[in-house]
C-alpha cells in the first residue's frame, strides 16, 4: 500500500469514527469569531479559549464592538489565553483592518490573510478551510504529532509548513479541511501525547506507529 492510499484509507476509518467533523472551536458560525480565537489559541488550549471567548463576546458581541473596544478591555478579557498584551494588540488591529479594509468581511486569500497581525499559516489554513471550505491543511500541535506517528509526515518532523506540504499531496483535497478537524479529535481520544492507546486503536492496522 502506498503512502496515498494508506493516507486515504485513514481518512476513510476517521469518517467512520467521527461523522460529524466539527472545529474545536465554538466561533457559532461567525468568520470574524473564528479569527479571533485562532489568535487566541496560539499556545493555549481549544478549551481555555472556548471559555474565555464565551465571556468576552457576551460583552463585546459584534466585530464593530471589539474593533471600538480598548485593548486594555481586550485584555482584561484574554489574560488567560497567555500573551495576552501581543494577542490583544493583534485581535484589536484585525478587527479595525477587516472593517475598513474588508467592509467588515474576511479576506479569502492566504496572502490577504497573512498581513492580518498575528495570523500565520495555521490559522490562515483554518479560516479558508472552515469559512470558505477551501482545501487546507491545518498543522496544529495534533496533526503534526499524528502524522508523525502515523507515517504521513517525516518521522520528528516538528516544523508545521513541512508537515502541512508533506500532507497536501496525499490527502484528498475534498477531505483535507475534515480530516484536520478529525485528527484533532483522535488526538485527545486515542493517540494522546503521553500515553497513545495503540492496544484497541481503531488506526492500529493503517499506523506506522512511530512514537
Same mark, same amino acid.
Given at each position: 500500500m502506498t503512502k496515498k492510499e494508506r493516507a486515504k484509507a485513514i481518512v476513510e476509518r476517521l469518517e467512520q469514527i467521527y461523522p460529524s467533523a466539527e472545529c474545536a472551536l465554538e466561533y457559532n458560525g461567525e468568520p470574524w469569531k473564528l479569527l479571533v480565537m485562532g489568535i487566541l489559541s496560539a499556545q493555549c488550549t481549544d478549551k481555555r479559549v472556548n471559555i474565555v471567548c464565551e465571556e468576552m463576546f457576551k460583552h463585546l458581541p459584534t466585530l464593530e464592538a471589539m474593533a471600538e473596544a480598548?485593548?486594555?478591555?481586550?485584555?482584561?478579557? &484574554?489574560?488567560?489565553?497567555?500573551?495576552?498584551?501581543?494577542?490583544?494588540?493583534?485581535?484589536?488591529?484585525?478587527?479595525?483592518?477587516?472593517?475598513?479594509?474588508?467592509?467588515?468581511?474576511?479576506? =479569502?486569500?492566504?496572502?490577504? +490573510?497573512?498581513? +492580518?497581525?498575528?495570523?500565520? =499559516?495555521k490559522i490562515a489554513n483554518l479560516l479558508l478551510?472552515?469559512?470558505? =471550505?477551501?482545501?487546507?491543511? &491545518?498543522?496544529?500541535?495534533?496533526?503534526?504529532?499524528?502524522?508523525? =506517528?502515523m507515517g504521513l509526515s517525516?518521522?520528528?518532523?516538528?516544523?508545521?509548513?513541512? !508537515?502541512?506540504?508533506? +500532507? &497536501?499531496? !496525499?490527502?484528498p483535497k475534498d477531505k483535507q479541511?475534515?480530516?484536520?478537524?478529525?485528527m484533532v479529535w483522535f488526538g485527545r481520544e486515542y493517540c494522546t501525547a503521553r500515553a497513545p492507546k495503540c492496544d484497541g486503536c481503531p488506526l492500529s492496522d493503517l499506523c506506522k506507529k512511530s512514537i
Open positions: 480598548e485593548v486594555q478591555t481586550i485584555e482584561d478579557f &484574554v489574560k488567560p489565553c497567555g500573551l495576552y498584551k501581543t494577542k490583544a494588540k493583534n485581535i484589536s488591529a484585525c478587527c479595525k483592518i477587516l472593517i475598513e479594509k474588508y467592509n467588515g468581511e474576511l479576506p =479569502r486569500t492566504m496572502e490577504e +490573510l497573512l498581513e +492580518l497581525p498575528g495570523v500565520g =499559516r478551510g472552515d469559512i470558505f =471550505r477551501i482545501p487546507s491543511i &491545518v498543522t496544529d500541535t495534533h496533526c503534526i504529532r499524528l502524522s508523525g =506517528r517525516p518521522k520528528g518532523e516538528k516544523n508545521p509548513y513541512k !508537515v502541512e506540504k508533506a +500532507l &497536501v499531496p !496525499v490527502i479541511v475534515d480530516f484536520c478537524h478529525r
